[in-house]
């Protein structure tokens, strides 16, 4: 099964050219899920909802999920997505289980996912699937290059303990621009970098992730118009400037 991540549109303050090329991109892919993971507007306003929704009918899958950012939940834009993007938020695909979690709050920067919904996976995941996967807006864990760490998950820990004691398998995050990976023992933490807008943090190029779920789960990085490359090796990069 083959996945692909798309995170941080920003349509408003984005290439829209950039954006044309990733999806002409994914849909030559033909993957069997597309996960939008958040901000697909800059200000949550609705002629950019209207045009990123354009955008994301433009994709080719039977599979589209799509989770809201806090960008789309400012000037009252959570009721706008509702409308135009509200799904479920339990997806069962073979033998793979993916969770939206929703952690976007109306004109705040920061996520929160809290206690009912962390009630929630945990009790949806309690039967047994072969690989567990959250998708959500804010990231878990701070990532390197990307400034100050103000705009948190503010209950970070709790989802943290949630996803290892359900043996979650994968975390995809977007949110901070920067494409990164964490391990922590059997769960793997993946950031995307932002597809389309003209804020970059680390890494300089826009971006999209590739995941491929077998017999283990394999994690590329792919430039819009330019190279793909597993995801670690964006981690490695990182370490060699250090060095």
């Not at 979690?101 to 996520?111: F, I, K, S, V």
Request: with cysteine; aromatic share 8%.
């Amino acid at each position: 099964m083959q996945l692909v991540q798309i995170s941080d549109l920003h349509v408003g303050a984005y290439n829209a050219e950039i954006l044309l090329n990733a999806i002409d991109e994914i849909n030559r892919l033909e993957p069997d899920v597309i996960l939008v993971t958040g901000d697909l507007t800059e200000n949550g306003l609705l002629v950019e909802f209207k045009k990123a929704k354009e955008y994301i009918s433009m994709l080719k899958c039977s599979n589209i999920i799509v989770l809201a950012g806090n960008h789309d939940y400012r000037h009252t834009g959570y009721l706008l997505f509702k409308r135009m993007f509200y799904d479920k938020q339990l997806y069962e695909l073979d033998e793979c289980i993916i969770a939206k979690l929703n952690t976007a709050r109306p004109d705040r920067d920061e996520g929160e996912v809290g206690y009912r919904q962390c009630l929630w996976l945990a009790n949806s995941f309690k039967r047994d699937y072969r690989y567990k996967i959250i998708a959500m807006h804010h990231h878990l864990i701070a990532a390197p290059d990307t400034g100050s760490d103000r705009i948190i998950v503010l209950d970070a820990g709790d989802v943290l303990h949630t996803a290892l004691s359900s043996n979650v398998n994968l975390v995809i995050c977007g949110h901070k621009h920067r494409p990164w990976l964490w391990n922590l023992g059997s769960l793997i933490i993946a950031y995307a970098g932002t597809v389309s807008s003209i804020k970059m943090r680390g890494f300089f190029e826009n971006s999209y992730n590739i995941i491929d779920i077998d017999d283990t789960i394999k994690i590329d990085l792919k430039i819009v118009n330019g190279e793909r490359m597993p995801l670690e090796k964006v981690v490695r990069m990182r370490e060699y400037i250090e060095e």
